[in-house]
Each structure stands twice: as structure tokens, then as C-alpha cells.
């Protein structure tokens, strides 16, 4: 008789429960903002026990994050397009996207006026705002090896000229946060990337 391979400790996690926990983080989110989420509150909209929650993520702020990460996720979702170039427009589009709901704009603006070295504040810029440059920085390279962009400019700063108006106008609310302004972006920074 062969042996069985050995059994995982600990209940196995359900997918079903996961999703029921994100999706009532994000109803939360998107009713009361970040304060409003509780792991009690979260337990009992998604009908799981608080230990359910916790074999996962170690507190409220942490679900809330991965449910606005899965916002994201699902916006990462189609296929690559062969242009570089409108490849990051896609990227930029997704990003406005997340940041256009109210839960994404109710955790940004949480996040501008906390401080830069709480848990939240840190995991929101290590999972979605250096994921997204670390991104956007690819799809640069790309565009340089495609020759859509020229060799010569400063990656950082190209990053920087194009996610840098995309929190300005999240923060500021002077103007619509939608992808018509986000190819706007890149456009007007092509100008000066674009071979001569």
C-alpha cells in the first residue's frame, strides 16, 4: 500500500469564502470608506467566522487593501496589445479606473492624510503604487526596443511625468479622473519621448 502524501495543516482555505470576504470588504469600502471596515463588519456581510478571515489577512486595513488590489487585478486581466505604447495607455486607463470608484478614491485620499509609515500606507504604495511603476517601467523598456520611444530619456522621470498628474487630480478633484485624460497624458508626453 503507498502512502498518501501528507495533509496540510489547518482547515483548507475556501475560494468561495475569500471572494465573499473581498467583495464585502469592498461594499463596505464603498459605503463608508476605510474607517468603516471592521473585521466584524466584514464577517458578517460575507457570512464567514472572524477566524476565517484572519487565516488569511492579520487585520481589517489588510482586507481592505487586497480588495482594492482585486479591483485592479481584474482590470489587468486582457491580453497584452503589440504597441508598447498602447499597452501603457491600457495600464494608465486601469489605474484611473480603480482611483474613479469611490472605494478607490475614499482609500487614496485616507492614504494622503495618514501617515507614510503606517502598515496601510505602505502596503497601498509596495502592492499597487510601485507595482504599477515597476509596471509602467516595462512597458517603457518596451516602447524604447520598439523604437516607439526614444533610447535617451530618463525612465524615472517619464514614470514620474506620467502617474504623477494621475494623483494630483485624484487628490485635488479639479477635473474628471477617466481614461479621455490619461491618454491625454501619455499623448502630451510623447511629444517629447517620440523619435526625431
Do not use: C
Amino acid at each position: 500500500m503507498t502512502e498518501s502524501a501528507p495533509r496540510a495543516r489547518g482547515r483548507p482555505r475556501s475560494a468561495g469564502a475569500r471572494a465573499a470576504i473581498l467583495a464585502a470588504a469592498r461594499q463596505i469600502l464603498d459605503e463608508g470608506g476605510i474607517t468603516a471596515v471592521t473585521i466584524e463588519g466584514i464577517a458578517a456581510r460575507a457570512g464567514v467566522g472572524k477566524p476565517t478571515i484572519y487565516r488569511s489577512w492579520p487585520n481589517a486595513h489588510a482586507v481592505a487593501m487586497a480588495a482594492l488590489l482585486s479591483v485592479a487585478e481584474r482590470i489587468d486581466e486582457a491580453p497584452s496589445p503589440r504597441s508598447a505604447v498602447t499597452e501603457l495607455k491600457r495600464q494608465l486607463r486601469g489605474v484611473a479606473a480603480v482611483f474613479g470608484t469611490r472605494m478607490g478614491r475614499q482609500v487614496a485620499i485616507m492614504i494622503a492624510s495618514s501617515s507614510a509609515e503606517t502598515e496601510l500606507s505602505k502596503s497601498f504604495r509596495n502592492h499597487f503604487i510601485f507595482a504599477r511603476r515597476e509596471e509602467g517601467r516595462a512597458i517603457i523598456a518596451r516602447a524604447i526596443s520598439q523604437r516607439e520611444i526614444r533610447r535617451s530619456i530618463d525612465i524615472d522621470v517619464a514614470l514620474d511625468m506620467i502617474y504623477g498628474p494621475i494623483f494630483y487630480r485624484l487628490l485635488m478633484g479639479h477635473g474628471a479622473l477617466d481614461g479621455q485624460f490619461t491618454d491625454a497624458v501619455v499623448d502630451h508626453a510623447l511629444r517629447s519621448w517620440t523619435p526625431a
